[in-house]
């Protein structure tokens, strides 16, 4: 066993975990769709789906056996290489975010000192995916949804990006470890309030999660971008949602609320408590709010939440600059 | 002038109307034949040379008729009692509605077969674009001058005028349908939108509208309605509602079924009206019959049409702020129905479609322990309202989707043909139940809930504030629920009271006949105006001695607040269509009949 050197170990374990780590987010995405309909039952005096398996556990493999075995179907009309490579892009731009989040200390997939960036870029990637899958479905509702997408990612993630600057200048890094690491005394969501409000917000509009979900306006546009697709590759857009929630609220409780950080209980207890709290409210928002209109949300980008992360950010680094040292 | 009375009945009440007094002194009293019938309004029958002169008069004249209430025709070549009337073939009939007199006149025009064209109305009343196209449609009457005559309601493909008496009703009567390849691609085609027909442009200045076909399935357009929208971006420039997807020939079928067995029918008319339905049919045919109804029997159907009004106006409630996007409230109205259809279904047995009237009263009496039902149900509802206005109404999303959205004034909504609520929601008092009180209406304390801005909120809080005054006339009904029998004592109802039949060998008799023939009703016409769940609902019933009518007019409110769409929805975008949609409260059997 000369070649099961110690590299090779870490190597192969840093494989394991990166699979696990993967797989949980994509497993997590797809029983969030079960415990949405659950949550939203419970909220809206109703049962929800209740009888796959005890309390309606089993409903996931049923709704996946059911998934996987329609038919995949293109619509003639369509532009088959961009229609086929949206859902791919959905997917993959989330999971591949997923590699920066630091789990607990000793979990992770990837440690890039660049991890935020990293976020940032491949949310940008993920509107092709909308983009892509509006145009080339060739479908008026589905283009509708598309350019309502762009158009909304494009003003959010200006800010998104912006409000965790806040962040990076207050742990000096990008680097996830250190920013879950420089919030070992006080979560940053004290100091960094309308970053993370602003933060929150834009995370909502980048996964078109209600009420921020006009690119797919079930009542306007009839599910929007993703009118034409069926079967699996829904499937991918759909779950592709999921994925985006977990991250989001990973993210936030990364960024924000101390990642791992919290006394008595074991990290990764920790980490998941939080996250499960903010996909909760992902899901408290969608069956509270109506839906603003589309023109509205854009003012609402850049007239309140692009001036307050600025102001944020302004009002971070004066206050950086007069406490520290020098 | 002549006054035509096939019976001795309400000629001298119209006579002495100020408004026939003025036509007479404005065009001469040989322009006009007066006929008396039991609608309740003048009829005068006009040469179609002055129609237009006549209409233009009324539409002009101090405290105008502003509504074009109705306007439809009657195939009369097979009516065998039409003494004393002018020779006609085909007549068209026009109903105004003045607000401000509060009074309505009925003018009809005789037409030969051979000559079937009457001048369109259209530029006095826009909303006469639909109705004459309807006319058209169903009778193949044409109207010159129209801008747009095409059908309406039968698909582009239809052979024949289905309402003219020698188009058959029945499908056993025509040869078996089939669809072949060829058939089903000459049926699509037909339902290609071409801008180009209707005076659409393609494009702009610089820049290319898109065509964005709505319906007629999808999720907001509430049933098989479809609407053409002629996009700049995500801003309506125009647009084409399209109905008759909903189309089953109602008013054909009360040519063919007997005058009780049609009450089942009204029922799907405005499917989510229930009984309210039954109101205005059953009332015009006891004009008819002659038959006065016992108090109970008058308040009983008051109670059941005011629940099906909240059990209508809580599905309005809750796919209205459904169509705004909160997903939540429309299970929790559903909740509320559900409550309301037990209360329905103790009562009636029956649920959505109970056709509980019957002519001369109710099916049965009220069940044992009624009163403790319906009071649980008038208990439960307030704090339920209070907390929907709290949530939604309150809501600043729902505020800023709604408020000054889609707003029309009361003139304009008096031009297209808007009713009920809608209309009340524009700040005009027009409410048939104090304007007009039937079935004992005067007799209760309400009060009429109005809006100011006619907009898409105003809408949706003038119902929550309707439902609120129903709950009050049902405890009213519950506390005051007068003793007597619940059918008259009348040889023209049916079925003739149990008790009776099965004493009494006459009744038997009549019993039989009436369950098994129908009931026959004297040669006359009336009318029954209601204010139903989504504005004013009117059956118009012609007898020719028969035991089915001869011609059944419904004139529905949502098939006029559809046709009123493009006129405020110029500039929009697609959202605050979908808001207005859920705001206008229509059903398409409603429309389409």
Same mark, same amino acid.
């Given at each position: 066993?000369?070649?099961?050197?110690?590299?090779?170990?870490?190597?192969?374990?840093?494989?394991?975990?990166?699979?696990?780590?993967?797989?949980?987010?994509?497993?997590?995405?797809?029983?969030?769709?079960?415990?949405?309909?659950?949550?939203?039952?419970?909220?809206?005096?109703?049962?929800?789906?209740?009888?796959?398996?005890?309390?309606?556990?089993?409903?996931?493999?049923?709704?996946?056996?059911?998934?996987?075995?329609?038919?995949?179907?293109?619509?003639?009309?369509?532009?088959?290489?961009?229609?086929?490579?949206?859902?791919?892009?959905?997917?993959?731009?989330?999971?591949? #975010?997923?590699?920066?989040?630091?789990?607990?200390?000793?979990?992770?997939?990837?440690?890039?000192?660049?991890?935020?960036?990293?976020?940032?870029?491949?949310?940008?990637?993920?509107?092709?995916?909308?983009?892509?899958?509006?145009?080339?479905?060739?479908?008026?509702?589905?283009?509708?949804?598309?350019?309502?997408?762009?158009?909304?990612?494009?003003?959010?993630?200006?800010?998104?990006?912006?409000?965790?600057?806040?962040?990076?200048?207050?742990?000096?890094?990008?680097?996830?470890?250190?920013?879950?690491?420089?919030?070992?005394?006080?979560?940053?969501?004290?100091?960094?309030?309308?970053?993370?409000?602003?933060?929150?917000?834009?995370?909502?509009?980048?996964?078109?999660?209600?009420?921020?979900?006009?690119?797919?306006?079930?009542?306007?546009?009839?599910?929007?971008?993703?009118?034409?697709?069926? #079967?699996?590759?829904?499937?991918?857009?759909?779950?592709?949602?999921?994925?985006?929630?977990?991250?989001?609220?990973?993210?936030?409780?990364?960024?924000?609320?101390?990642?791992?950080?919290?006394?008595?209980?074991?990290?990764?207890?920790?980490?998941?408590?939080?996250?499960?709290?903010?996909?909760?409210?992902?899901?408290?928002?969608?069956?509270?709010?109506?839906?603003?209109?589309?023109?509205?949300?854009?003012?609402?980008?850049?007239?309140?939440?692009?001036?307050?992360?600025?102001?944020?950010?302004?009002?971070?680094?004066?206050?950086?600059?007069?406490?520290?040292?020098? | 002038?002549?006054?035509?009375?096939?019976?001795?009945?309400?000629?001298?009440?119209?006579?002495?109307?100020?408004?026939?007094?003025?036509? +007479?002194?404005?065009? &001469?009293?040989?322009?006009?034949?007066?006929?008396?019938?039991?609608?309740?309004?003048?009829?005068?029958?006009?040469?179609?040379?002055?129609?237009?002169?006549?209409?233009?008069?009324?539409?002009?004249?101090?405290?105008?008729?502003?509504?074009?209430?109705?306007?439809?025709?009657?195939?009369?070549?097979?009516?065998?009692?039409?003494?004393?009337?002018?020779?006609?073939?085909?007549?068209?009939?026009?109903?105004?509605?003045?607000?401000?007199?509060?009074?309505?006149?009925?003018?009809?025009?005789? /037409?030969?077969?051979?000559?079937?064209?009457?001048?369109?109305?259209?530029?006095?009343?826009?909303?006469?674009?639909?109705?004459?196209?309807?006319?058209?449609?169903?009778?193949?009457?044409?109207?010159?001058?129209?801008?747009?005559?095409?059908?309406?309601?039968?698909?582009?493909?239809?052979?024949?005028?289905?309402?003219?008496?020698?188009?058959?009703?029945?499908?056993?009567?025509?040869?078996?349908?089939? /669809?072949?390849?060829? &058939?089903?691609?000459?049926?699509?085609?037909?339902?290609?939108?071409?801008?180009?027909?209707?005076?659409?442009?393609?494009?702009?200045?610089?820049?290319?509208?898109?065509?964005?076909?709505?319906?007629?399935?999808?999720?907001?357009?509430?049933?098989?309605?479809?609407?053409?929208?002629?996009?700049?971006?995500?801003?309506?420039?125009?647009?084409?509602?399209?109905?008759?997807?909903?189309?089953?020939? $109602?008013?054909?079928?009360?040519?063919?079924?007997?005058?009780?067995?049609?009450?089942?029918?009204?029922?799907?008319?405005?499917?989510?009206?229930?009984? +309210?339905?039954?109101?205005?049919?059953?009332?015009?045919?006891?004009?008819?019959?002659?038959?006065?109804?016992?108090?109970?029997?008058?308040?009983?159907?008051?109670?059941?049409?005011?629940?099906?009004?909240?059990?209508?106006?809580?599905?309005?409630?809750?796919?209205?702020?459904?169509?705004?996007?909160?997903?939540?409230?429309?299970?929790?109205?559903?909740?509320?129905?559900?409550?309301?259809?037990?209360?329905?279904?103790?009562?009636?047995?029956?649920? =959505?479609?109970?056709?509980?009237?019957?002519?001369?009263?109710?099916?049965?009496?009220?069940?044992?322990?009624?009163?403790?039902?319906?009071?649980?149900?008038?208990?439960?509802?307030?704090?339920?309202?209070?907390?929907?206005?709290? $949530?939604? +109404?309150?809501?600043?999303?729902?505020?800023?989707?709604?408020?000054?959205?889609?707003?029309?004034?009361?003139?304009?909504?008096?031009?297209?043909?808007?009713?009920?609520?809608?209309?009340?929601?524009?700040?005009?008092?027009?409410?048939?139940?104090?304007?007009?009180?039937?079935? &004992?209406?005067?007799?209760?304390?309400?009060?009429?809930?109005?809006?100011?801005?006619?907009?898409?909120?105003?809408?949706?809080?003038?119902?929550?504030?309707?439902?609120?005054?129903?709950?009050?006339?049902?405890?009213?009904?519950?506390?005051?629920?007068?003793?007597?029998?619940?059918?008259?004592?009348?040889?023209?109802?049916?079925?003739?009271?149990?008790?009776?039949?099965?004493?009494?060998?006459?009744?038997?008799?009549?019993?039989? /006949?009436?369950?098994?023939?129908?009931?026959? /009703?004297?040669?006359?016409?009336?009318?029954? =105006?209601?204010?139903?769940?989504?504005?004013?609902?009117?059956?118009?019933?012609?007898?020719?001695?028969?035991?089915?009518?001869?011609?059944?007019?419904?004139?529905?409110?949502?098939?006029?607040?559809?046709?009123?769409?493009?006129?405020?929805?110029?500039?929009?975008?697609?959202?605050?269509?979908?808001?207005?949609?859920?705001?206008?409260?229509?059903?398409?059997?409603?429309?389409?009949?």
């Amino acid at each position: 066993m000369s070649w099961w050197t110690p590299t090779v170990e870490a190597a192969f374990i840093a494989m394991l975990q990166a699979l696990v780590i993967l797989l949980g987010a994509v497993l997590l995405g797809a029983v969030m769709t079960v415990v949405e309909r659950r949550l939203l039952g419970l909220w809206q005096d109703r049962y929800g789906p209740n009888r796959v398996g005890p309390f309606g556990t089993l409903q996931l493999v049923a709704d996946m056996l059911k998934i996987f075995f329609k038919e995949d179907w293109i619509p003639p009309f369509a532009d088959r290489t961009l229609f086929v490579l949206a859902p791919a892009i959905a997917m993959a731009s989330l999971l591949l #975010s997923f590699i920066v989040i630091p789990i607990t200390p000793g979990w992770g997939v990837a440690d890039l000192h660049i991890g935020l960036l990293f976020f940032l870029a491949m949310a940008g990637i993920n509107v092709y995916a909308v983009l892509f899958g509006g145009w080339s479905s060739g479908n008026k509702y589905a283009l509708i949804g598309a350019m309502r997408a762009s158009a909304q990612t494009l003003s959010y993630e200006v800010f998104m990006g912006l409000a965790l600057m806040g962040v990076v200048a207050m742990a000096g890094s990008f680097n996830m470890r250190e920013i879950v690491n420089a919030q070992e005394g006080f979560w940053f969501v004290i100091p960094q309030f309308f970053g993370f409000c602003t933060f929150l917000i834009a995370g909502i509009a980048v996964t078109h999660r209600h009420p921020f979900d006009q690119p797919e306006a079930e009542q306007e546009l009839a599910d929007g971008y993703h009118i034409e697709y069926s #079967s699996m590759k829904f499937g991918m857009f759909f779950i592709g949602e999921y994925v985006g929630m977990v991250l989001v609220s990973a993210l936030i409780v990364t960024l924000f609320f101390g990642g791992w950080h919290g006394p008595l209980l074991p990290p990764i207890v920790w980490f998941a408590l939080k996250t499960g709290f903010f996909l909760m409210l992902f899901v408290l928002l969608r069956a509270s709010l109506p839906r603003p209109r589309y023109d509205r949300v854009m003012s609402f980008g850049w007239k309140v939440c692009l001036p307050l992360t600025l102001v944020n950010l302004l009002v971070t680094g004066a206050v950086i600059l007069l406490v520290s040292p020098q | 002038m002549s006054v035509a009375t096939p019976n001795d009945t309400t000629a001298n009440d119209a006579q002495a109307d100020p408004v026939v007094v003025a036509l +007479m002194q404005r065009f &001469g009293e040989r322009a006009f034949v007066e006929q008396a019938t039991l609608i309740g309004m003048p009829v005068l029958w006009v040469a179609r040379d002055s129609l237009i002169d006549v209409l233009r008069f009324l539409r002009e004249m101090p405290e105008p008729f502003n509504m074009l209430f109705d306007l439809s025709a009657t195939d009369e070549r097979l009516r065998g009692n039409r003494q004393g009337l002018p020779d006609s073939d085909f007549t068209v009939f026009y109903q105004l509605l003045s607000v401000s007199r509060n009074r309505d006149i009925m003018l009809k025009v005789a /037409l030969a077969e051979s000559d079937l064209e009457v001048p369109s109305s259209v530029s006095l009343y826009p909303n006469a674009n639909w109705y004459e196209r309807e006319v058209w449609d169903m009778f193949g009457v044409t109207f010159h001058g129209h801008p747009h005559l095409t059908r309406i309601l039968m698909p582009p493909t239809w052979m024949g005028h289905p309402l003219r008496k020698d188009h058959s009703a029945r499908a056993t009567e025509f040869d078996p349908y089939t /669809l072949t390849v060829e &058939g089903q691609d000459k049926e699509q085609q037909a339902l290609k939108f071409d801008p180009e027909a209707w005076g659409m442009r393609r494009g702009g200045e610089d820049s290319e509208f898109m065509f964005l076909n709505l319906g007629p399935n999808h999720p907001s357009a509430h049933g098989a309605f479809r609407i053409v929208l002629q996009l700049e971006g995500e801003e309506i420039v125009d647009c084409v509602p399209d109905i008759g997807y909903h189309h089953r020939g $109602a008013e054909k079928m009360g040519e063919r079924q007997s005058w009780h067995s049609y009450i089942p029918y009204t029922d799907r008319v405005d499917y989510t009206g229930g009984v +309210m339905n039954n109101l205005p049919y059953i009332l015009a045919v006891e004009k008819l019959a002659g038959i006065t109804v016992t108090d109970r029997a008058r308040t009983i159907r008051v109670m059941m049409a005011e629940l099906f009004r909240i059990n209508s106006h809580l599905l309005f409630l809750g796919t209205y702020l459904q169509d705004l996007g909160a997903m939540t409230p429309v299970f929790f109205t559903f909740t509320d129905r559900q409550k309301a259809y037990e209360v329905i279904e103790a009562i009636t047995g029956f649920r =959505m479609h109970p056709a509980w009237f019957r002519i001369g009263g109710v099916a049965q009496d009220l069940p044992k322990g009624w009163d403790r039902l319906m009071q649980g149900f008038v208990d439960w509802m307030p704090k339920r309202l209070a907390e929907y206005e709290r $949530a939604m +109404m309150e809501n600043a999303i729902v505020r800023e989707r709604t408020r000054n959205v889609v707003a029309y004034s009361t003139a304009e909504a008096l031009e297209w043909g808007v009713t009920g609520p809608n209309l009340r929601a524009t700040g005009c008092n027009f409410d048939l139940r104090k304007q007009r009180p039937y079935s &004992g209406y005067e007799n209760f304390d309400f009060e009429v809930p109005l809006g100011g801005n006619g907009d898409v909120f105003d809408r949706g809080q003038v119902r929550i504030e309707e439902m609120r005054q129903s709950l009050r006339i049902i405890q009213q009904c519950i506390d005051h629920m007068p003793d007597g029998d619940y059918k008259a004592d009348h040889p023209l109802t049916t079925p003739p009271p149990r008790d009776k039949m099965l004493q009494h060998i006459e009744t038997l008799i009549t019993h039989f /006949l009436q369950v098994s023939w129908g009931p026959v /009703l004297k040669p006359n016409e009336s009318q029954q =105006m209601i204010e139903a769940t989504k504005g004013i609902n009117s059956y118009y019933l012609t007898s020719d001695g028969n035991t089915m009518s001869y011609r059944t007019r419904i004139r529905t409110p949502s098939f006029p607040h559809l046709q009123q769409i493009p006129a405020v929805m110029r500039g929009g975008f697609v959202p605050d269509l979908i808001a207005h949609l859920g705001s206008i409260d229509f059903v398409m059997a409603d429309v389409d009949r």
